[in-house]
């Protein structure tokens, strides 16, 4: 029963890593199986740098065809589910073919991504960014490692916020002066005010 068992064991682990995960606000998202895990966020145009970290089965040799890592944007569909469309795919290769008989690990960065959808898990659609690591082997399947990460952007007020006037009325007769405070809209907080005013009639 375990030489089973060890048949379908992966012959390594892997274990993907970011560089500032320890100092990196943390986000809650739901994976596929209904659990919720804590996840590093980050923002459009960030690096996203870290490592990877191949561990093969002690006393086991690794054979592969290379290793790379993958940063992907994916879409997935409530009518398709499974089935993900990618938006963003960045590739960087880590190793050429070789062996691998310990433990590895291999910096890699992505610079300054353009991540301009935010994570969404909706009851329609879900949006995700992954790391996705792939061991390429001959004649068997490759060994494929994936690790969440949330994008959340967020605008920045301006430090000019000035005031917007607008006049309306008839000539010689009605006059009516609108003036907001802001140029930029705070929801309830903000005040609109209106000033009315009637010129004089000449000779009156």
């Given at each position: 029963m375990n030489y089973i068992i060890g048949a379908f064991k992966p012959p390594c682990d892997i274990f993907v890593t970011f560089a500032d995960e320890r100092t990196r606000k943390q986000v809650q998202i739901k994976k596929d199986n209904g659990k919720t895990v804590m996840v590093p966020a980050f923002q459009t145009l960030e690096t996203i740098a870290g490592e990877v970290s191949i561990a093969p089965v002690p006393g086991k040799r690794l054979e592969h065809t290379g290793v790379k890592i993958e940063l992907l944007g994916q879409i997935e569909l409530y009518f398709d589910r499974g089935n993900f469309y990618d938006f963003t795919s960045i590739v960087r290769e880590l190793d050429v073919p070789g062996e691998i008989y310990e433990r590895k690990t291999y910096p890699f960065e992505f610079s300054t991504v353009e991540m301009p959808y935010e994570s969404y898990n909706g009851t329609n659609v879900r949006l995700?960014?992954?790391?996705?690591?792939?061991?390429?082997?001959?004649?068997?399947?490759?060994?494929?490692?994936?690790?969440?990460?949330?994008?959340?952007?967020?605008?920045?007020?301006?430090?000019?916020?000035?005031?917007?006037?607008?006049?309306?009325?008839?000539?010689?007769?009605?006059?009516?002066?609108?003036?907001?405070?802001?140029?930029?809209?705070?929801?309830?907080?903000?005040?609109?005010?209106?000033?009315?005013n009637k010129d004089k009639e000449h000779g009156a």
């Amino acid at each position: 029963m375990n030489y089973i068992i060890g048949a379908f064991k992966p012959p390594c682990d892997i274990f993907v890593t970011f560089a500032d995960e320890r100092t990196r606000k943390q986000v809650q998202i739901k994976k596929d199986n209904g659990k919720t895990v804590m996840v590093p966020a980050f923002q459009t145009l960030e690096t996203i740098a870290g490592e990877v970290s191949i561990a093969p089965v002690p006393g086991k040799r690794l054979e592969h065809t290379g290793v790379k890592i993958e940063l992907l944007g994916q879409i997935e569909l409530y009518f398709d589910r499974g089935n993900f469309y990618d938006f963003t795919s960045i590739v960087r290769e880590l190793d050429v073919p070789g062996e691998i008989y310990e433990r590895k690990t291999y910096p890699f960065e992505f610079s300054t991504v353009e991540m301009p959808y935010e994570s969404y898990n909706g009851t329609n659609v879900r949006l995700r960014y992954i790391l996705k690591v792939t061991i390429g082997r001959n004649y068997v399947g490759s060994i494929v490692e994936s690790r969440d990460f949330c994008v959340r952007n967020y605008s920045l007020v301006p430090t000019i916020n000035n005031s917007i006037k607008m006049e309306v009325g008839i000539e010689d007769c009605l006059h009516i002066e609108f003036e907001y405070s802001k140029s930029k809209c705070h929801h309830r907080k903000d005040i609109f005010s209106s000033g009315q005013n009637k010129d004089k009639e000449h000779g009156a």
